[in-house]
């Protein structure tokens, strides 16, 4: 399951690869209008129209690669889903949810409910709990005992007598000497019971950690992503100063290419942390014991302040 939701979010992120490509390309097809025009009007010269040029097959190329990745990462998911890696594949796109319980919740609530649910931790303490009926065993064999047996029986075989018969016994057993037989196997059950307790313990120590180091990344994410919506709103309004700047003669080629390439990076990493916050988002469930999706509350979490879209 954690395969296929890994599957699910690498698609969305090919996806949205494949979406910041394309307007990419388009600010660049800007661009390149921007210098031809100035070329037409005598302001810039056929230097600045071939590299504005080549940044545009840039872009084309990068988008045509990334609609590669996104095919590839749709056959993935097909194939974790048990169907052909040719058969179309749509999903749904995954909001920007904030794990309300998960960013609200202090840790050590989320370590106890781990320690609830895990089916390692369970079955270590079921152990324990064997462990323990061992030694009760063991104590009350080495202890006296009392038995009573009956039978009730029938035979035909004097006629005119009653044929039913029975017996009742009683049976005491006193262990006199079994030498220290009896004290060994105590003494090794109750160690066993220090084993299984020594196992799980050390285990709920460990699920402690992944539930930490899972959680820490988590906000972690959460806060590159935030950052990087930042940066995607930042990088755009630096490019359609830059464009701005170009087509009134008061900036250069180089300038609007830096920053158009410095969007289409800021728009890369955007991706690039959403994705790894989805993936810390279940990585945590997982480590908690459960992949329930009413984990997620539908609160939102950083959401783009601006679209940072281009249209042409």
């Known amino acids: 399951l954690v395969a296929t939701t890994d599957a699910y979010f690498a698609l969305h992120a090919a996806q949205e690869a494949v979406t910041s490509a394309t307007v990419a390309e388009q600010a660049g097809a800007r661009s390149l209008d921007a210098a031809k025009a100035r070329q037409a009007a005598g302001a810039a010269t056929r230097a600045d129209v071939l590299q504005a040029q080549t940044a545009l097959s840039q872009a084309r190329l990068a988008r045509m690669q990334a609609e590669g990745d996104a095919a590839n990462a749709r056959g993935v998911l097909a194939n974790r889903l048990g169907l052909s890696a040719a058969r179309p594949v749509k999903i749904a796109t995954p909001p920007d949810l904030e794990a309300r319980r998960l960013g609200d919740a202090a840790v050590d609530r989320l370590i106890e409910a781990a320690l609830a649910r895990r089916p390692d931790i369970r079955a270590a303490d079921a152990q324990v709990q064997s462990a323990e009926a061992?030694?009760?065993?063991?104590?009350?064999?080495?202890?006296?005992?009392?038995?009573?047996?009956?039978?009730?029986?029938?035979?035909?075989?004097?006629?005119?007598?009653?044929?039913?018969?029975?017996?009742?016994?009683?049976?005491?057993?006193?262990?006199?000497?079994?030498?220290?037989?009896?004290?060994?196997?105590?003494?090794?059950a109750r160690e066993q019971v220090e084993v299984q307790a020594a196992t799980r313990d050390r285990l709920r120590n460990d699920v402690s950690l992944e539930v930490w180091q899972s959680y820490q990344t988590v906000r972690t994410q959460r806060e590159s992503f935030a950052a990087s919506t930042d940066l995607v709103t930042s990088a755009t309004e630096s490019w359609e100063l830059a464009l701005g700047r170009y087509r009134a003669g008061a900036g250069s080629v180089t300038d609007l290419l830096n920053a158009q390439s410095a969007l289409a990076q800021a728009r890369t990493q955007r991706i690039q942390a959403r994705y790894r916050w989805n993936v810390a988002k279940v990585t945590l469930a997982k480590a908690i014991g459960t992949l329930d999706t009413t984990l997620f509350d539908d609160a939102r979490g950083p959401r783009p302040s601006g679209t940072g879209e281009m249209q042409r």
Do not use: C, H, M, W
């Open 134 to 188: 061992n030694v009760r065993v063991q104590e009350a064999a080495a202890k006296p005992s009392v038995s009573i047996v009956g039978n009730l029986s029938a035979s035909t075989v004097n006629p005119g007598l009653d044929p039913r018969s029975g017996a009742v016994g009683l049976s005491v057993n006193i262990p006199i000497f079994l030498g220290y037989q009896p004290t060994y196997r105590i003494r090794a």
